[in-house]
């Protein structure tokens, strides 16, 4: 269902200047979540550039070949693509500068699924390391976005800083740009209008962003509180976990509810522990390849009531006995039900994950 590798996606992916497909129309960016604010400023790279390029050579055939209109119009204009791109930075600035790991919101696999379902054909992983961390503003237009890339237009965010320092900003880009006659479409930051209520029910509260703005950092704030419809707003689309069902301890079973363990990337975003309604996505082997959905309720915790120590995240699915084991599924996050908690005995807790089971069910069957 997920086929995300390099040759068999359609968005090509370069990690190095010679992989690249030239030339460019680049929407520079960090873009981990791929959400409502970045795909506005990805999407004036998607659609006029090539349509734009046709225009200037049908024009310059036409001087060249003086001829009766209607006789120009079934002539083959000579065409040269401009490739719709997605430049960010691997590893992320932020794990460069800080030496720590940073999980993302979307590891490479699925922010790769994610652009393509917008229309990009390239994204290009630019390293990060010190040689660019220190080219002045000017420097990386023109090693970077001009020699390298080849680049014929470019989108940013309002909000977007670049070159040593960080000192560039987006009008800056857009002064020394046009130097190479490079046109930059400066985005206004989004925002979020719809003031929902908030659900600080999880454990690790570390407060909400109050202005408004779709970010990145909002959307983790949110998922590390529980407020997984406001992260989902943001995000334009329900948060996924994506990753291998894997062999657990089957205690699920003893009680009568069997839970496929999930093994998401290593560098995935969890959000907070506590139990979760879930909609799940499973691979078929029908004609469309379109995957069979189920309705569940995950957890993502430690297991206190059979002394866990390791965290793990655990799907029950409703109305479904088949062998999942090796497969990939997709778990989107519908909404935070409680956090975890340690119970008595085994027979309690399956009290509770019947009880959990039921509004789980009333949430997703009201949501689908």
Not at 236 to 243: A, C, D, E, K
Not at 254 to 274: H, R, S, V
Request: neutral net charge; glycine residues 6%; proline residues 6%.
């Amino acid at each position: 269902m997920l086929n995300l590798s390099q040759n068999g996606c359609s968005v090509w992916v370069a990690a190095s200047i010679e992989q690249l497909l030239t030339p460019t129309a680049i929407a520079l960016g960090k873009f981990d979540g791929v959400h409502l604010g970045h795909q506005r400023v990805i999407q004036p790279i998607l659609h006029s550039v090539v349509g734009k390029q046709r225009r200037e050579d049908r024009k310059k055939l036409s001087e060249d070949l003086p001829s009766h209109p209607t006789e120009l119009s079934t002539l083959s204009a000579p065409q040269k693509s401009i490739y719709s791109t997605v430049v960010t930075f691997d590893p992320h600035p932020q794990e460069f500068f800080s030496g720590q790991r940073r999980s993302l919101l979307t590891p490479l696999e699925e922010k790769v699924e994610q652009l393509r379902s917008l229309g990009v054909q390239q994204l290009v992983l630019l390293p990060f390391n010190q040689e660019l961390s220190a080219l002045s503003p000017e420097d990386f237009v023109e090693k970077v976005i001009v020699q390298q890339l080849q680049c014929r237009k470019i989108s940013v965010g309002e909000d977007f800083c670049f070159g040593k320092k960080r000192v560039g900003t987006a009008k800056d880009l857009q002064k020394i740009a046009a130097r190479y006659d490079i046109p930059v479409t400066i985005v206004p930051i989004q925002t979020d209008t719809n003031n929902l209520p908030k659900n600080t029910d999880c454990t690790h509260n570390s407060g909400l962003m109050e202005d408004g703005r779709i970010s990145t950092s909002s959307i983790r704030q949110s998922l590390e509180t529980g407020d997984i419809t406001k992260a989902n707003r943001l995000l334009g689309r329900p948060y996924s976990l994506i990753g291998e069902v894997v062999t657990g301890q089957k205690l699920g079973r003893t009680i009568g509810f069997p839970t496929a363990n999930l093994q998401p990337p290593t560098e995935k975003f969890l959000p907070c522990q506590g139990v979760y309604a879930v909609k799940v996505l499973i691979p078929s082997e029908t004609p469309n390849n379109e995957p069979i959905q189920k309705m569940g309720v995950m957890n993502i915790g430690n297991r206190p009531t059979v002394n866990g120590t390791n965290s793990s995240i655990e799907v029950h699915l409703f109305d479904w006995s088949g062998d999942l084991y090796g497969q990939k599924i997709v778990v989107e996050l519908v909404k935070f039900l409680r956090p975890e908690q340690k119970f008595s005995d085994l027979e309690a807790l399956k009290n509770q994950i019947q009880l959990d089971s039921t509004i789980a069910r009333e949430v997703l069957i009201g949501q689908y």
